[in-house]
């Protein structure tokens, strides 16, 4: 018993010896205005958290828009393009065909390859031009508008080709027709000797 009340003793002594911050903790003290302060900063935060959403939100569906209607533009330029080369084809084919047939030059049995030729790139014109109206006008063929952008783009590029190539028979025909008048000349030619 002596033994607790000396250790009891020197117990209460170092109690008493050591500073009052070390003994003692209680409640933690809060500051109201900072907490508060904090509290409006992050519903202030959550705020432009919740705008920059909005805005990107925005953004994604005016981006959505303008790929739309850029396609739109696309469609519009290879459908345009398209009519200038169907426009050429049937210019070459109304003024250049009549002149090329109506040459004494080409031979009878010329007359229908050549027509032949030139009818049937005019007839795959025409079949593009009723399978772009199908593309453009029906919703029977499930297309965004970037694939028939695409579509077109490539119709495009065939009505160019029509036109080169309908230009190439066109200059070959006509270089057969001098050719053949050379030589008409040359063979008729009066000789001075």
Do not use: H
């Given at each position: 018993m002596?033994h607790k009340?000396?250790?009891?003793?020197?117990a209460?002594?170092?109690?008493l010896?050591m500073?009052?911050?070390?003994?003692?903790?209680?409640?933690?003290?809060?500051?109201?205005?900072?907490f508060?302060?904090f509290?409006?900063?992050?519903?202030?935060?959550?705020k432009?958290?919740?705008?920059?959403?909005?805005?990107?939100?925005?953004?994604?569906q005016?981006?959505?828009?303008?790929?739309?209607?850029?396609?739109?533009?696309?469609?519009?330029?290879?459908?345009r393009?398209m009519?200038?080369?169907?426009?050429?084809?049937?210019?070459?084919?109304?003024?250049?065909?009549?002149?090329i047939?109506?040459?004494?030059?080409?031979?009878?049995?010329?007359?229908?390859?050549?027509?032949?030729?030139f009818?049937?790139?005019?007839?795959?014109?025409?079949?593009?031009l009723?399978?772009?109206?199908?593309?453009?006008?029906?919703?029977?063929l499930?297309m965004?508008?970037?694939?028939r952008?695409?579509?077109l783009?490539g119709?495009?590029?065939?009505?160019k080709?029509?036109v080169?190539?309908?230009?190439?028979?066109?200059?070959r025909?006509?270089?057969i027709i001098?050719?053949?008048?050379?030589?008409?000349?040359?063979?008729?030619r009066?000789?001075n000797?």
């Open positions: 002596k009340f000396k250790l009891l003793g020197i209460l002594t170092f109690a010896l500073p009052a911050g070390v003994a003692c903790q209680g409640m933690p003290v809060y500051d109201n205005t900072n508060i302060s509290t409006k900063s992050l519903i202030e935060s959550a432009q958290t919740s705008e920059l959403l909005k805005t990107v939100q925005f953004l994604k005016q981006k959505e828009n303008i790929e739309k209607v850029n396609n739109v533009i696309k469609q519009l330029k290879a459908v393009e009519a200038r080369n169907n426009q050429k084809l049937f210019d070459i084919v109304q003024d250049d065909l009549r002149e047939l109506n040459s004494p030059y080409i031979k009878a049995d010329e007359v229908d390859r050549v027509s032949e030729s009818n049937a790139i005019i007839e795959n014109s025409l079949e593009g009723d399978y772009i109206d199908q593309i453009l006008s029906s919703d029977n499930k965004t508008d970037a694939e952008a695409g579509v783009k119709m495009e590029l065939q009505s080709e029509m080169a190539e309908i230009e190439a028979k066109t200059r025909y006509r270089e001098a050719f053949r008048e050379m030589q008409d000349k040359i063979n008729n009066e000789t000797y």
